[in-house]
């Protein structure tokens, strides 16, 4: 079960690159769309021996570039739809082995840490929030987890 919650924590970290990677192609597509957005080179027109016959500057809208970054987005769009699935399957695998453990204190810490993404100080500071009659330490939930995992 070790290795469901490793897989689990894993494609919680791939949704989060999968979605700051839809983040930066919606920002570039929305800023091509703002009023005024213009690419600009300077092409040669051409030689006449060794001789250029001159440049011309060149200036408009990126349409290439607007086009393949929009079919980029919709790729990134259906990945991260497609990630978010398997997520759901891995959470509910995840829940379903968390409720089958009888000690309550190791559920409550695999909940916080696994299922609602927390460090392990915030870990300690929400169970020191839910039990307060025992002291929790970032440390004593981590080798609480430890040694539950080893165990079992």
Same mark, same amino acid.
């Given at each position: 079960m070790k290795k469901l919650l490793e897989q689990y924590s894993a494609a919680l970290s791939r949704i989060k690159i999968l979605r700051q990677n839809v983040l930066n192609l919606e920002n570039k597509i929305e800023k091509m769309n703002e009023k005024g957005y213009y690419v600009t080179d300077i092409v040669s027109c051409g030689k006449k021996g060794k001789k250029s016959l001159g440049t011309k500057k060149v200036s408009g809208f990126p349409h290439g570039e607007y086009k393949r @970054?929009? =079919? +980029?987005? +919709?790729? #990134? #769009? =259906?990945n991260l739809?497609?990630?978010e699935q398997n997520l759901l399957v891995l959470v509910t695998k995840v829940e379903e082995y968390i409720s089958q453990i009888d000690d309550l204190e190791i559920r409550? @810490? +695999?909940? +916080?840490y696994y299922v609602d993404n927390l460090t392990w100080v915030q870990v300690a500071y929400r169970m020191n929030d839910l039990n307060k009659k025992k002291k929790y330490t970032e440390s004593s939930c981590r080798q609480k987890h430890d040694r539950f995992l080893e165990k079992n």
């Open positions: @970054i929009s =079919d +980029l987005l +919709l790729k #990134r #769009r =259906d739809f497609q990630e409550n @810490i +695999l909940t +916080l």
